[in-house]
């Protein structure tokens, strides 16, 4: 017998095979496998879900605030017809840009750091707002609580947080520079003595910028909540309508009745 | 490498490739071809079938897991035969140290002896067999049922056992010659 024919007869005779339950196991092992699905592709579902998160977070915080309640197209008109706005002293910071492309891209920018800005500053003034609340607490710091109440201003509109009721208790608040330097550039614009200048109204309020909410187009200001006021004056039957700071500055923003005097 | 051509569905390796890119069926044809293969090969060497099974059922339960990553570098029975040899050392690592070493020692005596006269006339071909399988020094055996059972080739029986071809073909000659003899008057 040659070693074919062994193996022949070996292989005609080993014959045993595991039983049908364990070929049963296996195969079901198998099918199982092929069901379950790699480990990385496991984790797909959850890395998607996490992408929309971070994707929509990343929109909210793209995307710009409601327009504020207030808006002031009379003082965009009046404005760009007339001269650079009078400031008595040296401006909050700002750069006028030479292009309008630029200085939007430059705004776009600082609006986004000033949101946070502004958060930080109404937190901060809601503190001091409810540390003196029955105090003889400053204007600004009211009206910066105030502003905490209401919606944050968009930086691309003249940014207004109007400070509600106001009137009387901002009128006795309003600070004398403010008022003489209001009135002297009343006259000046009027040809009359500042004396004869009235104040008709005074509002405290919370500027979105340090423009005071008067920029102008191409104009850039920073992003930083100014508290200030609207005042009205009356000068010689024209009605002129301030933006100023708490300290020396004053813009004028609307203008009613009659044109400036040349 | 790829040994084979993709494309012919006849070998283990195309099989395999076609398994693992989604075939379910694929498995089952290659379960088919190699079981009893296997199964014997664990049958010969541990002489229990409870066992044999444990053991049956740990290699191809390894080399599905195994689909994702397997690569057509080898033949694939020499990559099967492998992982159960490998199983088998383990087993007996594990129950009985001593056989271990005998797997690769040509001179090992066979635990249990055969002496073919003792056999009573009415054993068929295929317990005289068995038995002198049984009683061939490990190595001997291993060797002959990779050979036989798995329908390896001498260079695949010397590779994986880490041994040559001439090692491998000297303990198959042996191996036969054995047999041979425990057949003795049923020739």
Known sequence: MNDDELERQWRARSTELPSRQLDEAIRTAAQRAMRRRPAWQRYVPLAAAA????????????APNPAP????????????????????????????????????????????????????????????????????????????????????????APAVVPAPAVTDQ???????????????????????????????????????????????????????????????????????????DMHAQIRVCERISVPDVP | MLLHDSHDATTDEAIMLAWQSGDAAAFDRLYERHR??????????????????????????????????????????????????????????????????????????APESYDPLSASASEQHGTRLVAALGALPEAQRDAFLLHVEGGLALADVAKLTGTTQETVKSRLRYAYARLREALGDLQ
Request: proline residues 6%; hydrophobic residues 45%.
């Open chain 1, 69 to 156: 309640a207030r808006d002031v197209p009379v003082a965009r008109e009046a404005l760009e017809s007339s001269p650079a706005p009078v400031s008595a002293a040296p401006s909050a910071p700002f750069a006028a840009a030479p292009e309008v492309d630029a200085a939007e891209s430059l705004a776009e920018r600082s609006r986004v750091v000033s949101l946070e800005k502004e958060q930080q500053a109404a937190m901060t003034a809601q503190g001091v707002a409810e540390a003196s609340a029955h105090d003889e607490a400053p204007a600004s710091a009211k009206a910066l609580a105030r502003a905490e109440a209401s919606a944050p201003p968009d930086a691309r």
């Open chain 2, 36 to 109: 009893g293969g296997v199964f014997r090969y664990f049958l010969r060497q541990c002489r229990d079938r409870g066992r044999a099974e444990e053991l049956h059922h740990d290699v191809w339960l390894k080399l599905i897991k195994a689909r994702d990553s397997w690569k057509p570098t080898a033949r694939f029975t020499t990559w099967l035969y492998t992982v159960a040899r490998n199983r088998l050392i383990d087993y007996w690592r594990a129950n009985a140290p001593l056989r271990l070493a005998a797997l690769d020692d040509d001179a090992h005596a």
């Open chain 1, 170 to 244: 901002a009128i006795d608040g309003l600070l004398p520079k403010i008022e003489a330097l209001v009135k002297a550039d009343a006259a000046r614009r009027t040809g009359i003595k500042p004396e004869e200048a009235t104040i008709v109204a005074v509002e405290a309020v919370t500027w979105s910028d340090g423009a005071l909410g008067c920029r102008t187009p191409g104009e850039l200001a920073i992003q930083v909540l100014t508290p200030g006021y609207r005042v009205e004056v009356d000068a010689a039957g024209t009605r002129l309508v301030y933006h100023t």
């Open chain 1, 51 to 62: 992408s929309v998160g971070v994707i929509a977070l990343l929109l909210v915080r793209q």
